[in-house]
């Protein structure tokens, strides 16, 4: 009976996990420099990559400017410099997907979430376009 039991969680856990996993849409533009506009196709997606440290508490928080609906902000990932040393800057990407056309802005700021009150230590505008 522990048998039976244990192969159906098991079951039912690898369900779940291939339920979870994306389905991958191909490559993914990379976009690093705020001063150029970003054109996107709808449907694309891209992602923002920005210098990042957490090892000092900051922390970056993306946001669509004025309630906008043309792009969705996904998860944000730390990427690891490759230099070995602990501590070591590496970079943050924002995964955005580009859902509807016009001109799109989003504001990245880079500040330690617990300090009130403080202004953030950076402050990024992204200007996206997205075309048909």
């Not at 039991?5 to 979870?20: D, E, I, N, P, Y």
């Not at 501590?87 to 016009?102: C, I, K, P, Q, Y």
């Amino acid at each position: 009976m522990l048998t039976i039991l244990r192969t159906s969680l098991f079951a039912v856990g690898a369900l779940l996990f291939a339920a979870c996993a994306t389905v991958d849409d191909g490559p993914v533009a990379l976009h690093a420099d705020a001063s150029l506009l970003i054109t996107a196709a709808r449907g694309s997606r891209f992602e923002l990559s920005l210098p990042a440290n957490p090892t000092t508490g900051f922390q970056w928080r993306h946001e669509v400017c004025d309630g906008a609906t043309g792009v969705a902000l996904g998860a944000a990932r730390a990427i690891s410099a490759d230099t070995g040393l602990l501590g070591a800057s590496g970079t943050e990407r924002v995964l955005v997907r580009a859902l509807e056309d016009g001109m799109v802005r989003i504001r990245s700021t880079y500040a330690r979430p617990w300090e009130k009150g403080v202004a953030p230590a950076r402050e990024i505008l992204w200007t996206v376009l997205v075309k048909p």
